[in-house]
């Protein structure tokens, strides 16, 4: 394969794009997420066709969903209850990530922050997949990405 048949990327403002770019994106997002099930869901709420999908969907992503292998930080609050942190690093070690570092406040109220910092080099999930997981794990009162 020569230089020239590298795949070229490029980094375009969302509103300039075409919809059907952005409608293959939100039903990407509402089958990672798990607000649909099937792809025949995702494109009827999108109001796309499912060839269209197919066409596009490996070939249009959020900027975020590019870039494996950063250093993503994720910020938790998780009740203060034994082995909630252990059910939220299984997550992580089950999906691949590599996490880096850890910090946890001493728990008030009944609940704790936790933030961990990881490296999604190997990880079958995108960042975003991974908060999903996260929220849905009792005891886990909130998960958002922090950084990456």
Partial sequence: ??????????????????????????????????????????????????????????????FRDMTRGRIFTFNTMLRDKMGILSSVLSIFAGVGANILTINQNIPSDGVALVTISARLDHADVTPDELVVRMRETDGVVSAELLAG
Avoid: C, H
Wanted: hydrophobic share 40%.
């Fill in 1 to 62: 394969m020569t230089e020239t048949d590298q795949p070229r990327f490029y980094l375009v403002q969302a509103d300039m794009l075409p919809e059907i770019f952005l409608k293959v994106v939100r039903a990407r997002e509402l089958l990672n997420t798990g607000e649909v099930k099937t792809v025949s869901e995702a494109v009827a709420q999108v109001g796309i066709s499912r060839s269209a999908f197919y066409k596009y969907k490996d070939s249009v992503m959020p």
